[in-house]
């Protein structure tokens, strides 16, 4: 008995270890060790806010000075190797075609919950997959970095053929110049519905007036990843058809995410969970010949003259670290920029690029 409670103290004291030694990694990876960065870094205002990602920043900025071109080969091996794992094309939305009535939905994010699709849930589906076998010319992919802040894109993003962006962040007011306006997909984080919209179940007009900058656009919903999440998105399609607004909302498909991750895994990206905006540059792969990537820039100072950056271009509210591994995901964009399959776009739009 003795022998036993020893040998459970030891277990939850290696366990505990463990816990703050993973908990301790993650939060010293983002942390600033000025003797480590390049250089001609050390005199930056701010000295980038990495220590394990130091080596990323030297690849990074020795890449993004090459010129970029385009590598058609490059391109075509990535998409076609990401659609035959991933069918992005057919099967990243739930559609009244591809989940009927009574199937049974997995959550990616907690696999051992499931959900038999009631005619309830199942009115709340899209009818068709909203662009069936379609290639866009070019399209934008906006993430929400403050790189974007005096970039001067605004105009650039907003003349590709189909613009994505992330987690419903402003347009209006100072920022169009620089993030442009034309939006055909959005996507809405739990996180925001929850914590700027009390999870639609108090007022919901404040909800339905952010929508007005996204027109007609698709609003993309992770109704699937969590079980938690499904009530709230359908409270999102009740209050869209209540309200009359022209946005149209859609579920991410749980069992493409399942295969992004592998993808992606496999890729060499070992994390919890893919952020939202690599889950749209996927997408963005499978549906667009041209692929330009904005506001994709995961540290806190600009590449150009290293003056500090905040986190968002509309707040400097920090990444969830527990989730995702920004740097990690953003060396692997790095990557596909240098092999010419997308364009990764640092600099400002209006003077040339960096
Ligand atoms: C898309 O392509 C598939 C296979 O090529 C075809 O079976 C299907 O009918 C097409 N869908 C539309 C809407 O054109
Ligand atoms: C953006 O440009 C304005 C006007 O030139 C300037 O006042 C502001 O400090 C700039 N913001 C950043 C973050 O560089």
């Not at 907690?110 to 009115?123: A, G, N, S």
């Not at 946005?247 to 749980?254: A, G, K, L, S």
């Not at 995961?298 to 150009?304: D, E, G, K, L, T």
């Not at 003259?305 to 968002?312: A, E, G, M, S, Y």
Request: charged share 20%; proline share 6%; with cysteine.
């Amino acid at each position: 008995m003795r022998g036993q409670l020893f040998s459970l103290m030891i277990t939850i004291l290696l366990l505990g270890s463990l816990l703050t030694c993973v908990f301790w990694h993650s939060l010293n990876n983002y942390h600033v060790e000025p003797q480590k960065l390049p250089p001609h870094q050390k005199n930056a205002p701010h000295p980038g806010l990495c220590k394990g990602c130091r080596e990323v920043i030297i690849k990074v900025l020795e890449h993004y000075s090459k010129p970029w071109k385009r590598q058609e080969d490059n391109y075509q091996k990535f998409r076609s190797q990401l659609r035959s794992q991933c069918h992005g094309d057919t099967k990243a939305f739930i559609t009244q075609g591809n989940t009927p009535v009574g199937s049974k939905i997995v959550y990616d994010g907690e696999r051992k919950r499931t959900l038999e699709v009631t005619p309830d849930i199942f009115r709340t589906f899209i009818k068709e997959y909203p662009f069936p076998n379609k290639t866009f010319d070019a399209c934008a992919v906006v993430g929400n970095g403050g790189i974007l802040i005096n970039s001067s894109c605004g105009n650039r993003i907003d003349s590709a053929q189909f613009v994505i962006r992330c987690n419903l962040p402003p347009l209006a007011g100072g920022y169009k110049e620089h993030v442009g306006i034309k939006t055909n997909l959005v996507t809405a984080n739990p996180s925001i519905l929850v914590g700027k919209y009390q999870s639609l179940i108090k007022y919901r007009r404040p909800f339905m007036e952010s929508l007005h900058s996204y027109g007609n656009s698709l609003l993309l919903l992770p109704a699937f990843s969590f079980a938690r999440n499904t009530p709230l998105s359908m409270r999102v399609v009740y209050t869209v058809e209540d309200f009359q607004s022209r946005i149209q909302p859609i579920f991410f498909n749980p069992l493409y995410l399942q295969s992004l991750g592998a993808f992606w895994r496999s890729q060499g990206l070992k994390e919890l969970r893919l952020s939202t905006g690599i889950m749209m540059v996927s997408l963005a792969l499978e549906h667009c010949a041209n692929v330009h990537l904005y506001g994709f820039w995961p540290f806190s100072f600009h590449p150009h003259d290293f003056h500090t950056i905040t986190n968002h271009y509309y707040d400097d509210k920090k990444p969830n670290k527990a989730f995702h591994a920004m740097p990690v995901e953003f060396e692997l964009l790095m990557r596909l920029h240098s092999q010419g399959v997308l364009r990764l776009h640092l600099g400002e739009c209006g003077a040339g690029e960096l």
